[in-house]
């Protein structure tokens, strides 16, 4: 889970400005995983039932400001391109947290930088009510599940691992997504995008079968750390693998797929990086690209995951270096680059050295796949 020291408070204007995130998140990267949707689970409530009144934020739930322009104004310029290039790296690769909470979660996130970039919020707001009869509580039903889905960067708690969904119903959400597309289109504006992600996101967004309730393995409950067919046993047999390895998995997903011919599990232990496996590639003494067999199954480590992300996070990593003072903190910053490139987590861990070792800074950051509290 990438993040910068003090997780999720800020908005995310600094990077979301960029129109290229549809072909970031889905194009570049792969689509998500497609949810496996039965017909029970598929079903969208035109009113609001109990079911989705218990996995709705509450409309009372306190939001807190984080207003940093102060402690901002008061940085010297040097520190202040320090901290514009630490965010943009952090934020860029917060994205990350979207794939790893659910397999819908990129889709929802653009979905709604769609839908309030469309407005002002008081024009957006006039169109709920005039057009779609939202009552002033659907309002601050809707405010309210926005606020959740970006401070969790995702449709699950961070903290619980439960599902929340808008206590607003589907219909209504529905009709503002149309209503906002037609005004797009009267303005001579594209509106196709907007209507495309509801479209692909609308049954998602209420999903509450079993499995979609919480964040766990299979059959149970959901995980993006696992592909969909994985379970926990999957997991037991990958970690006693890794542990005989003495491999860690901060950075790391697993794929399972199976040979044709035998029917044998094959694991993919895949390293997120900016580089691709490559041939005769090393990375923490591990052979990249080769099958090791393992209690019956084959394993392998490759790379190169979340790779057009984490290259855009180095590439503000690099320009911070610029800004550096300290010579540990310009240390610290060629490991983690060095970690983000190559899927090295003892480059990682060589970060984690210096920031030790640098006492008493003015700005304290720290970004990596670590903390992993889903």
């Known amino acids: 889970m990438l993040e910068l020291h003090v997780r999720k408070t800020m908005m995310l204007h600094v990077f979301i400005v960029a129109a290229s995130l549809l072909d970031i998140l889905t ?9 496996k949707i039965s017909a029970k689970d598929a079903s969208i409530p035109d009113d609001l039932s109990a079911e989705v009144n218990k996995f709705g934020v509450p409309r009372d739930t306190p939001i807190a400001f984080l207003d940093g322009i102060q402690a901002f104004n008061n940085l010297q310029p040097i520190e202040k391109c320090r901290v514009h290039h630490i965010s943009r790296a952090s934020w860029t690769g917060a994205l990350i947290d979207l794939y790893q909470t659910s397999a819908e979660s990129p889709l929802i996130f653009l979905l709604l930088q769609n839908l309030f970039r469309s407005q002002e919020i ?3 707001k006039r169109t709920a009510t005039e057009s779609c009869k939202f009552q002033q509580e659907d309002w601050d039903s809707l405010l309210v599940y926005v606020a959740a889905f970006y401070d969790n960067l995702g449709n699950y708690f961070t903290y619980g691992m439960k599902k929340f969904v808008p206590r607003v119903s589907s219909s209504k959400l529905e009709c503002l997504i149309n209503s906002t597309a037609a005004l797009a289109k009267q303005a001579g504006e594209s509106a196709s995008s907007l209507q495309s992600l509801w479209n692909k996101t609308k049954e998602l967004i209420y999903q509450l079968g079993s499995r979609h309730q919480s964040l766990a393995f299979g059959p149970g409950g959901i995980t993006t750390y696992f592909s969909s067919n994985c379970n926990a046993s999957d997991a037991t047999l990958v970690k006693d693998f890794m542990v005989s390895k003495n491999v860690e998995a901060w950075n790391s997903r697993v794929i399972k797929t199976f040979d044709t011919q035998t029917g044998q599990p094959k694991y993919e232990i895949r ?13 923490d003494e591990l052979k990249l690209g080769v099958a090791i067999e393992y209690k019956g199954a084959s394993f392998t480590f490759t790379r190169g995951d979340f790779k057009q992300l984490l290259v855009r996070v180095n590439q503000q990593l690099t320009q911070a270096k610029g800004c550096l003072a300290s010579s540990l903190e310009k240390q610290m910053t060629d490991e983690l680059i060095r970690s983000f490139r190559t899927g090295s987590v003892e480059a990682h861990k060589n970060a984690s050295r210096f920031w030790v ?18």
């Open 27 to 35: 194009t570049v990267l792969g689509a998500p995983e497609k949810s």
């Open 122 to 124: 008081s024009a957006l």
């Open 271 to 283: 390293f997120a990086s900016a580089l691709a496996t490559g041939k005769a590639v090393v990375v």
């Open 357 to 374: 070792k640098n006492k008493n800074p003015v700005i304290e950051s720290y970004i990596g796949f670590i903390e992993t509290y889903q």
